[in-house]
């Protein structure tokens, strides 16, 4: 998509932001709220997500001000960490603490899957 807009000859920037922030609530409530596993594909995957905020605060720059024409952005959040700790500081924030060993609270979906994905 974006090669064919460039290749348009139309004014273009592109915002590539990373994971948002607020997905979390949506992927992992439920689970931390009922006790139960929070599945994730790779636990010990790093990722560091932006707020929607500053995604927006992008957004607008580069459209209400000069010199971002032509120009692709990469947004990330300000700090990296695994998605487990990510799950982990969720929790917190809502008053949980996670409970049992690692392969139970975080039981890796990709690999329960695996099989699913074999030809």
């Known amino acids: 998509m974006e090669s064919a807009l460039e290749e348009a000859g139309l004014s273009w920037t592109f915002i590539r932001p990373g994971m ?10 439920r689970a931390i709220k009922g006790g139960e596993a929070v599945r994730l594909p790779y636990p010990e995957a790093l990722t560091a997500p932006v707020s929607e905020r500053n995604i927006a605060a992008l957004a607008v720059t580069a459209l209400s001000e000069r010199g971002h024409g032509r120009q692709a952005y990469t947004l990330y959040g300000p700090q990296a960490l695994t998605l487990r700790e990510q799950v ?6 809502m008053g949980k603490k996670l409970t049992g060993t690692p392969a139970q609270t975080f039981p890796e ?6 099989d699913d994905f074999r030809p």
């Open 109 to 114: 979906w990709a690999q329960e899957h695996a």
């Open 88 to 93: 982990e500081h969720f929790g917190a924030a």
């Open 20 to 29: 948002f922030a607020t997905n979390t609530r949506w992927w992992w409530t």
